[in-house]
């Protein structure tokens, strides 16, 4: 897998670098991220508290309007990936703070949601490009559904690690460049994958 994630990178994209700019938008949109889910009240997250109010106020009616509020629909499939990300990577937060208020995060949330997004955004992108070769591959599908898994997994922790980096420099997900340091963390993080095949 690290070998693939590797020429991945380096064959399919030409380096970490040209992948990373590739990614501008999912840069973009981490910033969007960033910005709608700070503290106070903003207009964009007023927007979506009253329309998950309007929609009962549960959590499928919060996660359909902040995901609306972040990346709305233009027919493209890099918004429809990035807007799976993005109510992925706010459904993970609930699992793993299962007091959170999707409305009112504090920082840690912040910042999970945040890393989370990027790293499942990278992998649908994967599964765009390589998604029918790794099941065609696959033995069974269940060994197809292990091997997504596994994939995704590796992905997301890859670029955590990367967004620890910049969480422990005092970067946080309200920086004003955060568009600029996920584009850092995300050549990082091909730097990893591109390492496997050194």
Not at 81 to 107: G, K, W
Not at 147 to 164: G, N
Request: hydrophobic share 40%; charged share 25%.
């Amino acid at each position: 897998m690290h070998r693939a994630l590797g020429h991945y990178v380096r064959s399919g994209y030409g380096g970490g670098a040209t992948m990373a700019r590739r990614l501008n938008g999912t840069s973009r949109t981490a910033a969007r991220l960033g910005a709608v889910l700070q503290p106070g009240a903003q207009p964009d997250l007023v927007a979506a508290r009253d329309a998950a109010i309007a929609g009962g106020k549960n959590a499928q009616s919060v996660l359909d309007a902040i995901v609306e509020v972040i990346r709305p629909v233009d027919g493209t499939q890099d918004a429809e990936s990035s807007r799976r990300a993005v109510r992925d990577a706010l459904s993970d937060v609930l699992e793993r703070y299962p007091e959170a208020d999707l409305l009112d995060l504090d920082d840690a949330q912040r910042q999970y949601v945040l890393e989370r997004f990027v790293g499942l955004d990278v992998y649908n992108r994967f599964c765009l490009d390589l998604g029918k070769k790794l099941d065609e591959h696959a033995s069974s599908p269940s060994a197809a559904s292990a091997r997504f898994a596994e994939v995704r997994e590796y992905i997301a922790a890859t670029v955590a690690a990367e967004f620890d980096k910049l969480w422990a420099s005092g970067s946080t997900p309200a920086s004003p460049d955060l568009a600029r340091l996920t584009q850092g963390a995300l050549r990082e993080a091909f730097k990893v994958f591109e390492g496997y095949l050194e």
